[in-house]
């Protein structure tokens, strides 16, 4: 009794052995490396991304910083369950946009003068003679390589407005020659008039109207991208009074001096209180004179107005020529740093979660904007993860506006879908650079073309199965467990990746396993001719459909698989569907009935192949013939269906070619091996001008004897051909 009381006296449960859970880490480029992600205020995430600065189109390296961060905030929002509230700015007031506004401006004043063809010469020659002293002095050398561009260009441009001149041209001919030169000498002209007359520019609608065009297009190019817009997006041009007032709070807590009009950050001080750090994000850059010029802007000259050359610009006194506002130190605009650190403190406080924007943004731009937010709020965590993207290259050459060295995303999305583009950046850590190109793409193209296919075998293995009621469950065989087990391992492994800073390539590579695990179960179920079972397949196809809407591919309300094209409505499907497999099955039954006949079999089997080849591709429909079940019908955009059919005919001619050539270098072969070895040089008379009797030459053309390391060689050729003639006698007698 005892014994029992004691053994009652146990727990009757144990909680069972298990690891902790995954937590999510994030790449902390303040701490420079993976730390685990904690809110501050429980699921609520505020985000400030670097927009961009809109004076002209956006390309390919925008493209990179813009998904990418669209696919963290996706998961980090849709898979991890976080609330995030995202703030972006457009950047519209700059020294780039100032002085491509006033070039712009000029050059189209410059043009309606109407100026001779003589001048225009004239003037370009003298522009070009101060861009070639720029040139000669240029130490970077991407930068020089841009430049050696424009150069060869506007030299070529030139050359031609010479050649018309000299040559008396006609008068359109010389118009011609004179726009070329205008045109294409944009670069060198326009600076050119903007340093002579870049002063006279004084209406500020001029500098708030080219901003406006290009955000405009770049809002477009997100969209098109499906990237996801920001929940509030600011303006500089709309924040000049909290600009203001930030600047004179860094004064007045001792960190901001005013100097001829300007107002400058003082590092060195900052860097000094206990509980400042002047860099956070890259220390080794303190004091890098260059870099801190780039990020003042070129219009910025800064000359014995501060009190260190570590200093940096807060707001910056208007020149002639240049956008101004009213403040207490004049007229003047803010300085790059200070804008940003204005908009996101506006929206998200003394304090977000995260941060992000290119890697190249780091030093200056992104340690500016932590010491003077630090400085205004006078504390030493306005940021708590920085995030960075990598650079994006094209053949390992940085993509760059400024270095004249980019692809747009408009025409990136005349070669490529949006879908397309979204995947290489998913295949590449969104951390590391990435290179562009065709290859790149290729492989993006491949992975959205097997991933597809998936969802339509999927699909057609699906149709017409109930979802509810008892036909609806199957019993599971050990083979169902078994692909279920290594199922929920995969999805276990993909939020492992995901946990690890977002590890979208890791998590694209289990998707792939995942589609081979099915399809061998698949392929076994067909060789061993036993039924599929619905819910296992399902599930797996549905996850991920479910896991590449979170990545943004697309966002649809499809229950799997990708939309195709117009064919996006699951009604359409189910409309269409029982007509399609209504002909598919008389089609087959035609095909099977006509095996072994011998009455009018061809015409039957053709009219067959024409629907399945020509017909129904036209229509968006794929139908592929499969022995011992029934045809598979996948629903395609019709595009991809004509240029697969396209590349089938080019592959069949190419293929025909390759056969008529085989055919011929045989026939030539086989006529070459009739020719009996007395024959093989009688027909070379311009080289030989006597033979002796076997048909062997003596005689050159000019009547002197053939050498003997001649004969030689002669020699071996005649016995060659002897050889391919005896044999060709012999085939010939069998």
């Known amino acids: 009794m005892s014994s029992t009381r004691n053994k009652r006296s146990q727990p009757l449960w144990t909680p069972p052995p298990g690891s902790p859970p995954v937590q999510l880490k994030l790449f902390n480029s303040l701490s420079r490396k993976k730390e685990i992600f904690v809110p501050q205020n429980g699921k609520l995430v505020t985000w400030y991304s670097c927009g961009p600065t809109v004076y002209d189109h956006a390309h390919m390296g925008h493209a990179r910083s813009y998904i990418s961060f669209d696919i963290l905030r996706r998961v980090i929002a849709d898979y991890f369950g976080y609330d995030v509230f995202y703030c972006m700015n457009i950047t519209d007031i700059d020294d780039k946009i100032i002085v491509k506004a006033r070039c712009e401006y000029l050059l189209m004043k410059y043009k309606e003068e109407g100026l001779s063809c003589d001048k225009v010469l004239a003037d370009a020659k003298e522009a070009m003679q101060i861009f070639l002293k720029k040139l000669s002095v240029e130490e970077d050398s991407d930068k020089k390589v841009m430049l050696e561009r424009i150069k060869e260009t506007v030299s070529d441009s030139i050359k031609r407005m010479e050649d018309a001149i000299s040559s008396n041209a006609t008068d359109s001919e010389l118009e011609k020659a004179k726009e070329e030169l205008i045109t294409k000498g944009k670069d060198v002209l326009g600076k050119w008039l903007d340093s002579q007359k870049g002063a006279d520019v004084t209406e500020n609608s001029i500098f708030a109207d080219l901003p406006k065009i290009y955000e405009e297009a770049f809002h477009k190019d997100m969209k098109s991208l499906n990237v996801l817009p920001a929940d509030v997006l600011t303006r500089v041009s709309e924040y000049i009074p909290e600009n203001i007032d930030f600047v004179q709070n860094i004064i007045d807590n001792g960190y901001g001096y005013e100097s001829n009009g300007s107002v400058y950050f003082e590092t060195n001080k900052f860097d000094q209180k206990e509980n400042h750090h002047y860099a956070k994000l890259v220390p080794e850059a303190f004091g890098d004179d260059k ?437 060709y006698l012999k085939s010939q007698n069998r």
């Open 291 to 727: 870099a801190l010029a780039e990020g003042e802007g070129e219009l910025t000259k800064s000359d014995g107005e501060k009190k260190n050359p570590a200093d940096f610009a807060l707001w910056k006194s208007s020149k002639p020529g240049e956008p101004a506002w009213d403040c207490p130190w004049g007229k003047g605009r803010p300085g790059w740093h200070l804008e940003c650190s204005v908009m996101a403190s506006s929206i998200l406080g003394q304090s977000m979660d995260i941060h992000s924007g290119g890697c190249d943004l780091k030093f200056p731009h992104h340690d500016n904007e932590i010491a003077q937010s630090e400085a205004y709020f006078d504390n030493d965590n306005w940021v708590r993860y920085f995030l960075h993207t990598g650079h994006l290259t094209i053949n390992g050459c940085k993509m760059s506006k400024s270095l004249k060295n980019f692809i747009t995303i408009q025409d990136a999305l005349k070669k490529y879908t949006s879908r397309q583009i979204r995947i290489l950046y998913l295949l590449h850590p969104w951390k590391d650079t990435l290179d562009f190109g065709t290859s790149t793409m290729e492989g993006a193209i491949q992975y959205e073309k097997s991933v597809n296919e998936f969802f339509l075998t999927v699909k057609d293995r699906l149709r017409n199965i109930p979802s509810v009621g008892v036909a609806a469950f199957d019993k599971w065989t050990p083979e169902e467990v078994e692909l279920n087990q290594k199922f929920l391992e995969k999805k276990s492994a993909v939020h492992e990746a995901l946990c690890d800073n977002i590890d979208t390539p890791g998590s694209m590579k289990i998707i792939k396993e995942l589609i081979s695990l099915t399809h061998i179960y698949l392929n076994k179920c067909d060789t061993e001719k036993r039924q599929v079972n619905r819910r296992v397949v399902y599930y797996i196809a549905s996850y991920i459909t479910q896991l590449l809407k979170v990545f943004g591919t697309f966002d649809e309300d499809e229950s799997i698989g990708f939309p195709q094209g117009s064919i996006q409505s699951a009604d359409l499907e189910n409309l269409v569907m029982p007509y399609l497999e209504a002909m598919a099955e008389f089609r087959d039954k035609v095909r099977q009935a006509t095996r072994g006949s011998t009455s009018q079999v061809e015409g039957i089997l053709k009219l067959c192949d024409d629907i399945r080849d020509e017909v129904l591709p036209n229509l968006g429909v794929r139908l592929e013939d499969k022995e011992g079940r029934r045809p598979v019908i996948k629903l395609v955009d019709r595009e991809i269906l004509l240029q697969e059919k396209e590349e089938q005919r080019k592959a069949e001619e190419a293929k025909r070619k390759e056969k008529e050539m085989k055919a011929a270098a045989q026939a030539e072969k086989k006529k070459q091996n009739m020719i009996p070895p007395s024959e093989l040089f009688k027909h070379e008379t311009e080289k030989y001008s006597e033979f002796d009797e076997n048909g062997m030459p003596t005689l050159m053309k000019d009547g002197t004897p053939v050498t003997k390391s001649a004969l030689k060689k002669l020699k071996k050729l005649y016995d060659a051909q002897d050889k391919k003639y005896q044999d």
